[in-house]
DNA sequence: GTTAGCACTCGGGGGGCTCGAGTGCTAAAC
DNA sequence: GTTTAGCACTCGAGCCCCCCGAGTGCTAAC
């Protein structure tokens, strides 16, 4: 399977091409016809013959055309995709969207899902981006009724969190702005663990309140991922590889299954941040994504905070185009997130 | 088709439950057979005859068996239903897990949703409880990096936000923590307009602080649910109705589609808490939603939050067992949004 | 009012047919 | 040696047709 000539390349390009739009097995006459080659059917049904050899090509049945294999999805995006770019004018478009809803980390989010779900034709999931640690910044007790107290935590990167808390007997507001801005003082800058050694060494309400606080902390650093959002999960429906329900239902059921989601993203996207990766057919890896394919990447800094993006897919889907998309919506985000880390307006 | 004999409503009934069961026309024959009915087929058949002329069963085609119409099932839910309620081993088994969940109103409304999609068998909504309307509680002003400051916004009812702002020049941040205070004590309890109202009578920062704690009142105040949580999508695929892909898609679109959900949900709701709105097939006013159905039903307390939780599903659904999960888990969320209000531990 | 009997209807499913796109092979041409 | 024309062969998709049986409405008897 080594060593494909070039036109052998040509072909499988064509192919996959030719497959992925029509979605129907594709023949050596057809393909000549709709690429004007140079070359007479009959040679491209011996250079095919050789990618089916190589196990780059497959025949639903003998006597009809020819689709891709995984193997050979997987040598066209790793061989021939080369770096592929969207269209400047589809760039700017984008980009003047993302601009439109800079501010609000949620908008992002659902911004970025449903501009992937929109380019790719495929459904799309994102996280928000989240630091790999958390640390305390500030925390705040606000009164509400009686004996109940509102606690806002800040952590470092300004990602805020709150919590409920009830103490033994009421305490006046600003006896709580004291102990807020005690505790805020001495515990700036602490992760989940240094909070928790903190607790023993405090009185009263205060035991209570970092100790709440490192636990919100401690369940923060836990969690790999937010709430996962999705869009476009009806495209994937409009594929006719999903017409019947049950497959349909098959891809739906990844879809909605957030471990099963959390483990692939962790996973595929353990390396490095820009790099997009590509996951065709389950990989052996995923015996639940065998007819699927997702394109994942990983966004964000490593020192700030980091999410996730991606789309899945039926296997026949367009990479080039995708994995650009996905690309540079990772690199969008990206720039948002260290912007509003580092303040640059 | 006023007047139904207790017979035909009893028939109309069976209809309708063996319908909902098998998805298969039901005819005379076999209703007899199913129930161990008292009297023949012929007549169950004349019967049946009457309610078609009535307009609550039509037949698919001539000689096929019967199928409820729209105003049938109407009928059946309005009339024939009656109070029924969950049994008691799962509205145990409900009310432990949302008992499990307390503290976290993002955890409710996912288990809200996670619980209606699993009873109903259909896919299920949930919007997160929100007030009618926003009032000021406090600010407080963060310094994160250089001229950014993150403002957290508490709203009455414990509601955080948070925004981020720009200023003209650094200022310290005990500085900052001194215009929060005064902000606070002064504007504690306005409305949005009533901020807006304020922004003029103050200097300096504040001017912009006020500005955009009003801004983001109003936009509070402006949507009129939160994000939409849903779940069970992949229940309705699995009904037959949805075999083919087209309406399979078609009926996902409803479930993606917010602006159509929101506007559903507005108008569906506009009565009271407390009762359960049942929507069969789109009753004139929603033609998307010719096949399906939809149960909602308001939670909480007008004084304090109110959200909204239902169902969607196949016009052919299991209404008196759907009904009564709706029922009984907007109870449960409307206990839950109360205690929390009150304090009540 | 109820029911047995009966002729009639029509959709679904199975079998068989054709059609055509596509293949692999061979032998001739380049 | 590679390319290509020619050809026999394959096999699934679509179509037609027919049968079967569940179900109906009607009529006449109970």
């Known amino acids: 399977m080594r060593h494909l000539s070039e036109r052998q390349e040509t072909l499988l390009g064509l192919v996959v091409h030719e497959y992925v739009e029509n979605a129907q097995p594709v023949g050596s006459e057809r393909l000549v016809d709709q690429y004007s080659l140079e070359i007479s059917s009959a040679t491209v049904r011996n250079e095919m013959s050789a990618l089916t050899e190589a196990g780059l090509l497959r025949q639903p049945h003998t006597s009809a055309g020819r689709v891709p294999t995984e193997e050979g999805y997987r040598y066209f995006v790793r061989q021939l995709i080369g770096e592929t770019e969207l269209p400047a004018d589809e760039k700017r478009l984008i980009s003047h969207q993302f601009h439109q809803a800079r501010g609000d980390v949620a908008e992002w ?81 602490m992760d989940a663990s240094g909070m928790a050694a903190q607790a023993g060494r405090w009185t009263g309400l205060a035991i209570d309140v970092i100790r709440l606080v490192g636990e919100v902390m401690a369940r923060a650093d836990a969690v790999s991922s937010g709430e996962i959002h ?10 006719p590889e999903f017409a019947d329900s049950e497959s349909a239902r098959h891809a739906l059921v990844l879809l909605e299954e957030r471990s099963f989601l959390e483990e692939v993203l962790a996973k595929a996207l353990s390396p490095s941040i820009g790099g997009v990766q590509v996951v065709i057919g389950g990989e052996g890896a995923w015996e639940e994504l065998k007819d699927c394919s997702m394109i994942l990447a990983r966004y964000g800094s490593a020192e700030h905070a980091t999410g996730a993006l991606g789309v899945l897919g039926p296997i026949r889907m367009s990479y080039g185009r995708t994995i650009s998309a996905v690309r540079y919506v990772a690199g969008l985000m990206s720039d948002l997130v260290v912007e509003s880390f580092t303040g640059s307006s």
Chains 1, 2 share one sequence.
């Open 109 to 189: 989010v659902q911004l970025a899902a449903s501009v992937l779900a929109q380019h790719s034709r495929v459904a799309s999931l994102v996280t928000a981006p989240r630091p790999e640690k958390t640390f305390f910044k500030q925390v705040e007790l606000i009164s509400t009724q009686g004996r109940q107290v509102l606690m806002v935590i800040v952590l470092r990167g300004g990602e805020v969190r709150q919590q409920m808390l009830t103490l033994a007997e009421e305490i006046p507001a600003d006896r709580l702005d004291e102990w807020a801005g005690q505790i805020t003082r001495t515990c700036a800058g």
């Open 230 to 239: 999705r869009d476009g999960l009806t495209n994937v429906l409009a594929q």
